[in-house]
């Protein structure tokens, strides 16, 4: 790689760094530590122009005047992208934001960052289905990059290529996501809540039927149930798609006074929440990437998770696993994890935490960011 290539890295569509797109493309951006023989513009909206690049000297950024709505950025893309990017003098362009803000056709290397799973058909309306153009863009981009071998696969099982498809997983955040230290205390304060121990955290939007609030509230009830125990469940998450059945069975629940549905929860506030929780039980069936998990796990904190989706792989076997679909495995799955007066699963609990920590951290930005940029560089020289 002697050549010296220019890669540019397409801001839009990341929610001025507010969105999971816009958190990844913060910390790719700076863990980026040697760029080797190329360099790195990101390109975007003009009021963008430090949510990026603020912690880094050497990436610089080019703003584009545009109205700051969907309709007008994309139709940039449609009318004045190719003009763009030639005159920046891309030899690459990288798409952290997926199929969201891609170009009718592409005349500079495209390499695509894909880290969500697609449904078949357009039959669920909660999950995404791809539509005809965005596959064909796909198939005409350079690189695709999956977040995930589930993602992969369901890319391949879209007609997507597997030669297109790299798999470079995210990192970890452990200047943020790490254990505290918890004292004997019987609330947590995270502004505006005080919330009382123990408790069982899940953090997701909530969305019915696929991130499977129901069946854990089941389970949870099942639980209570069965143990007695004084554990209280907090869904950490603003309402997504037909929330309200979410709302309901909570109301229904014999325990919903035990149950916390917080809303909107501030990402940088999560360790914090993840600290002071007993376990993470994490239901959700259709996860592209299931990272919420492992930052759990980094907080030193046990996991319990679908065996459906990505979380398997994203895990290893450093989680207890469970059927989604079923309220009872949930059930026991969360007995399995908890502390309990018995205190029959503590070294389980601590062997599962050890584990845990371990696994994470082999999950780096550094390793993601140089992973990328390896793989747009060499579709930038392909087409050298």
């Given at each position: 790689m002697d050549n010296q290539v220019k890669i540019g890295i397409n801001a839009f569509g990341c929610d001025h760094g507010r969105s999971g797109f816009g958190s990844y493309l913060k910390s790719f951006i700076r863990n980026i530590s040697d760029f080797g023989h190329s360099s790195l513009e990101i390109f975007g909206p003009e009021i963008d122009r430090y949510v990026?690049?603020?912690d880094s000297d050497s990436v610089q950024y080019a703003g584009v005047p545009v109205s700051d709505s969907p309709a007008a950025e994309k139709l940039w893309h449609l009318m004045s992208y190719q003009?763009?990017?030639?005159?920046?003098?891309?030899?690459?362009?990288?798409?952290?934001?997926?199929?969201?803000?891609?170009?009718?056709?592409?005349?500079?290397?495209?390499?695509?960052?894909?880290?969500?799973?697609?449904?078949?058909?357009?039959?669920?309306?909660?999950?995404?289905?791809?539509?005809?153009?965005?596959?064909?863009?796909?198939?005409?981009?350079s690189r695709i990059i999956a977040a995930s071998k589930f993602v992969r696969d369901n890319l391949v099982n879209l007609q997507i290529p597997e030669s297109l498809i790299s798999v470079v997983y995210n990192g970890i955040d452990t200047g943020l996501f790490f254990p505290r230290v918890q004292n004997d205390v019987d609330s947590v304060l995270i502004h505006p809540f005080s919330i009382r121990r123990p408790y069982i955290i899940y953090a997701s939007r909530i969305s019915y039927p696929s991130k499977?609030?129901?069946?854990?509230?089941?389970?949870?009830?099942?639980?209570?149930?069965?143990?007695?125990?004084?554990?209280?469940?907090?869904?950490?998450?603003?309402?997504?798609?037909?929330?309200?059945m979410?709302?309901?069975?909570?109301?229904?629940?014999?325990?919903?006074s035990d149950i916390l549905l917080t809303g909107y929860f501030p990402h940088e506030n999560l360790p914090e929440l993840y600290s002071a929780a007993d376990a993470c039980v994490f239901p959700s069936k259709t996860e592209g990437v299931?990272?919420?998990?492992?930052?759990?796990?980094?907080?030193?904190?046990?996991?319990?998770?679908?065996?459906f989706g990505a979380l398997p792989e994203v895990t290893g076997d450093n989680a207890v696993f469970f059927d989604s679909d079923s309220p009872d495995e949930i059930a026991e799955a969360i007995t399995r994890i908890v502390r309990l007066n018995s205190g029959v699963n503590d070294e389980f609990r601590r062997e599962l935490i050890e584990k845990?920590?371990?696994w994470v951290a082999s999950y780096t930005w550094a390793?993601?960011?140089?992973?990328?940029?390896?793989?747009?560089?060499?579709?930038?020289?392909d087409s050298l």
């Open positions: 990026y690049t603020s003009s763009f990017v030639k005159k920046r003098g891309y030899n690459a362009v990288i798409f952290p934001a997926g199929i969201s803000y891609l170009p009718v056709s592409y005349e500079i290397p495209s390499v695509v960052v894909i880290q969500s799973f697609f449904a078949e058909n357009k039959s669920n309306g909660e999950i995404p289905s791809l539509s005809f153009f965005h596959k064909q863009q796909l198939k005409k981009a499977c609030h129901v069946e854990l509230i089941k389970g949870f009830s099942i639980f209570k149930e069965k143990t007695g125990a004084p554990h209280r469940l907090v869904l950490a998450g603003a309402d997504g798609e037909n929330a309200d979410v709302h309901r069975e909570v109301f229904q629940s014999p325990y919903s299931g990272f919420p998990v492992l930052e759990a796990m980094a907080c030193g904190i046990p996991v319990a998770c679908s065996r845990a920590g371990k390793r993601c960011s140089m992973e990328t940029l390896h793989v747009s560089v060499e579709a930038a020289l």
